[in-house]
């Protein structure tokens, strides 16, 4: 079945430390998203790709970091330097133009 | 001007009745218009989308209505189920496929 994978369901991350949440889709897209949920304000974009080896930031990429070297690979590194990182995190792809988007489960992220 | 505003933010209705939400939009570049569907601790699917060049789409108990002219587009889903039960959210994007995302309506439907 094609679509987009996410893991781990659920981060835990220490004072100072970084996390890499993966997401990997077998759907041949070619553009990438990342966003950020929280509750009762949407969805908001994190970063996004169009192609390999390039990618933008979005409206809140303070704190974030990513890289797009494979075409189906898109992780999403929340640095220490994000300040307020819990949050439900879902990764989205797009083929191209005005198409949906289809988003994977989700990555819960928690302070410990 | 990239905000698109939603209402109302949580919605109650009986099984079998009509579940309306709203949104309004300010940039007139967008020309897709997309609803997704959110269950708890699972992404977004997408419902129903429409474009401007139609005032209404219709898919099962889920009908889009769209007013150009107004800025605004709304999701009606007749005889609702408690299986309709989730969050909704309607977006906008323009030709670079960002979507920008309303705030979401929680709709619980009573049996």
């Known amino acids: 079945d094609g679509g987009i994978t996410q893991s781990p369901k659920y981060l835990f991350r220490k004072e100072g430390q970084n996390v890499t949440l993966s997401c990997e889709q077998n759907?041949?897209?070619?553009?990438m998203y990342w966003y950020r949920q929280d509750p009762g304000q949407g969805l908001r974009l994190i970063y996004y790709?169009?192609?390999?080896?390039?990618?933008q930031k979005g409206d809140i990429a303070e704190g974030y970091s990513v890289s797009r070297e494979k075409k189906e690979s898109f992780p999403l590194t929340v640095t220490s330097a994000q300040k307020n990182p819990t949050a439900f995190y879902l990764c989205?792809?797009?083929?191209?133009?005005?198409?949906?988007?289809?988003f994977g489960d989700g990555t819960r992220l928690s302070i410990l | 001007q990239q905000q698109v505003k939603q209402s109302p933010q949580s919605l109650i209705v009986q099984k079998g009745g009509i579940s309306i939400i709203n949104c309004a939009y300010e940039?007139?570049?967008?020309?897709?218009f997309p609803w997704y569907q959110q269950f708890p601790g699972k992404g977004p699917a997408l419902l129903i989308a429409?474009?401007?060049?139609?005032s209404e789409k219709k898919e099962g108990r889920f009908t889009i209505s769209f007013n150009k002219s107004a800025k605004q587009f709304s999701l009606h889903i007749m005889d609702s189920q408690p299986g309709d039960s989730a969050t909704y959210f309607c977006?906008?994007?323009?030709?670079?496929?960002?979507?920008?995302f309303g705030q979401g309506t929680t709709l619980q439907v009573k049996p």
């Open positions: 759907l041949n897209h070619d553009a």
């Open positions: 940039n007139t570049a967008f020309d897709y």
């Open positions: 989205a792809s797009l083929q191209g133009g005005n198409q949906p988007q289809h």
């Open positions: 429409i474009r401007p060049d139609v």
């Open positions: 790709s169009q192609i390999v080896n390039d990618f």
């Open positions: 977006a906008a994007s323009g030709n670079t496929g960002k979507l920008i």
